[in-house]
């Protein structure tokens, strides 16, 4: 079975600030790694994924993660927030069959403060 | 390109009512999935389809819930006898092949509101 948990349901930043998203997974497989964005009223986009090349990731909007196998860990971080990353953050693992759905967190909520 | 559509974006219905959710997945794509989003959650994964294949249904909730896609194309999410905890925001989402490492596109979702 996988799982994932998002540590910090809230986070808030200044602009111009780092931001650090915490995500840990856990899985009996190698798996998938995905960090999704989600702003109101809209589905959910792709920011990133690992799909067991590069152990860091680098997405849109300078987003990168960085796949820790030894820590079970894929941090989502950004060098300097904008005002227009305030959004809900999701970490979600797959396996890597056909028809492996995605095992979401419970989300992020990211705040940033002019 | 046209995206992952979704219709209704909104529905209310009241308690017994049954509803039907449509997605319409982008041109080509094989893979088809439906999630439920409560309120302040992460999306829960409800169902998949290999085009007109329903491959997995284990996260459906009940018997009350029925997906199809006919034609490998277009799906449907119907509820029966709807009850108040089926209140969830509805994503589909479409992949262009099978395999866990495919990015998933989404749609905008339908809010589902049972009175």
């Known amino acids: 079975a996988q799982s994932v948990t998002q540590l910090g349901s809230h986070v808030s930043v200044s602009e111009g600030a780092l931001v650090l998203l915490r995500c840990n997974y856990s899985?009996?497989?190698?798996?998938?790694l995905f960090w999704y964005v989600q702003y109101p009223n809209q589905g959910l986009q792709l920011l990133l994924k690992?799909?067991?090349?590069?152990?860091l990731v680098k997405g849109i909007n300078d987003f990168e993660a960085e796949f820790k196998k030894s820590e079970t860990s894929f941090h989502l971080t950004k060098p300097s927030a904008h005002m227009s990353d305030a959004a809900e953050y999701f970490c979600a693992v797959s396996g890597v069959n056909a028809g492996n759905m995605l095992t979401f967190g419970g989300g992020t909520r990211l705040m940033v403060k002019p | 390109g046209a995206g992952v559509s979704q219709s209704p974006r909104y529905k209310v219905a009241k308690r017994g009512q049954d509803v039907a959710l449509r997605c319409d997945p982008i041109s080509g794509h094989v893979s088809l999935f439906w999630y439920q989003q409560a309120l302040g959650q992460g999306p829960e994964f409800l169902t998949y389809?290999?085009?007109?294949?329903?491959?997995?249904k284990s996260g459906l909730p009940s018997d009350r819930f029925f997906a199809e896609r006919p034609e490998g194309s277009v799906s449907t999410l119907k509820i029966q006898r709807t009850q108040q905890e089926d209140s969830a925001v509805y994503l589909c989402?479409?992949?262009?092949?099978?395999?866990?490492?495919?990015?998933?596109?989404f749609g905008p979702g339908t809010r589902l509101t049972v009175l």
């Open positions: 989402a479409s992949s262009l092949q099978a395999g866990g490492y495919n990015e998933q596109f």
């Open positions: 690992y799909t067991s090349a590069a152990t």
């Open positions: 389809f290999q085009n007109e294949a329903q491959l997995d």
């Open positions: 899985s009996s497989v190698p798996p998938y």
